[in-house]
């Protein structure tokens, strides 16, 4: 997708409030027909940003762009950005094809492309059969498709969802996250979405653009930003890790738990604080060259697989996942975590 044409263009968007900075300068780009979430803890400036492209606050400096149009100025009713939101935003008092059709009415379109274009929509979230009934007969589940339906029936430029699916439990989450892709897959439509959930983020993104402190901390694929992360804190939040802090010294680095070698590309200079990301897949109860040892604190059964916890000799946590099948060492037990330096990512301090 690195050749397709910019959809959504975000150029020195900066907001404050007060002496509190919300954004800083920020500059990213968006790619037609991708979905790009925006992950972060509270308060990384991702609902900012999402609410400076929708309009709803005013930038303090920068431009934002939309199919090359300047839009920063322009009110939230006349930008072409669709929206959902977590609470699903339905009017009580219509049904769900009243509901799905609104935008179209709004928008003055006639009467029979409006039913048209309203049981195509329904159709593509699997909710036809239900056009005629109010949305306090239906499930959490079906309010959402309900909303997203709406959302896609005008085909606005850039659709925005913000924690769409925060209030429903895990395994509903994890199916609208397939229902989700698939509505992206058919109908290419470029969206932006807003979580803090990390396993939302690799599961549904085509980038995810990671926030913290106000500013872009890392933008790339889920693949990129899981198996390379270019700080400490990315490392951390997304995903399991283990992390060996220490200081470069001739071409290694000197930790609490021992000297280990470096990542063959990593970009090291001596003197320099650094940490070694290992992720749990990576490492394995062994001993030799590039190990350390460690206790078992906790074993974590999750069907699939099996999480070993682990406390290296300094206190510093690791934790490592047991190939399927393998009976996990008793809690308290002494063992030898090891890992290859080419699996491991040299992150700055």
């Not at 239900?130 to 306090?136: K, W």
């Not at 309900?146 to 895990?170: H, N, T, W």
């Not at 650094?274 to 040892?293: F, H, M, Q, S, Y």
Request: glycine share 8%; charged share 20%; with cysteine.
């Amino acid at each position: 997708m690195s050749g397709t044409a910019v959809k959504l263009l975000v150029d020195g968007v900066s907001k404050r409030y007060g002496p509190v900075v919300a954004l800083e300068p920020t500059r990213l780009e968006v790619r037609a027909g991708e979905l790009l979430t925006l992950l972060g803890p509270s308060g990384s400036g991702k609902t900012t940003l999402l609410q400076l492209i929708c309009g709803l606050v005013e930038p303090e400096s920068g431009r934002i762009e939309v199919d090359g149009r300047d839009q920063t100025h322009t009110p939230v009713h006349q930008r072409d950005i669709g929206l959902v939101f977590q609470n699903y935003a339905l009017f009580p008092h219509l049904t769900v094809g009243e509901n799905v059709g609104f935008p179209l009415r709004m928008r003055g379109r006639p009467a029979a492309e409006i039913k048209s274009r309203v049981a195509a929509a329904l159709e593509m979230v699997r909710l036809g059969h239900l056009a005629a009934r109010f949305p306090r007969e239906l499930s959490g589940g079906q309010q959402q498709r309900v909303a997203l339906a709406r959302c896609f029936v005008y085909q606005p430029s850039v659709i925005l969802m913000d924690e769409p699916l925060g209030a429903l439990d895990k395994k509903l989450r994890e199916h609208m996250q397939i229902e989700i892709k698939r509505l992206h897959r058919e109908t290419g439509a470029t969206i932006v979405y807003v979580t803090h959930d990390q396993e939302e983020a690799l599961a549904l993104s085509d980038r995810i653009c990671l926030m913290n402190l106000a500013r872009i901390e890392q933008v790339g694929t889920p693949a990129e930003i899981y198996e390379r992360p270019r700080s400490a804190f990315a490392a951390d939040f997304i995903g399991l890790s283990t992390m060996l802090r220490g200081r470069l010294r001739t071409g290694a680095l000197d930790t609490p738990d021992g000297v280990f070698a470096l990542p063959p590309d990593a970009n090291a200079r001596d003197g320099d604080e650094a940490a070694l990301v290992i992720r749990p897949e990576r490492l394995t109860l062994d001993t030799g060259a590039n190990a350390a040892p460690a206790t078992v604190t906790e074993t974590v059964y999750a069907g699939a697989e099996t999480r070993l916890m682990l406390a290296l000799a300094s206190g510093t946590p690791a934790v490592l996942r047991l190939p399927v099948g393998a009976t996990p060492p008793h809690i308290g037990a002494a063992v030898t975590a090891r890992w290859e330096p080419a699996s491991a990512v040299l992150v700055p301090l």
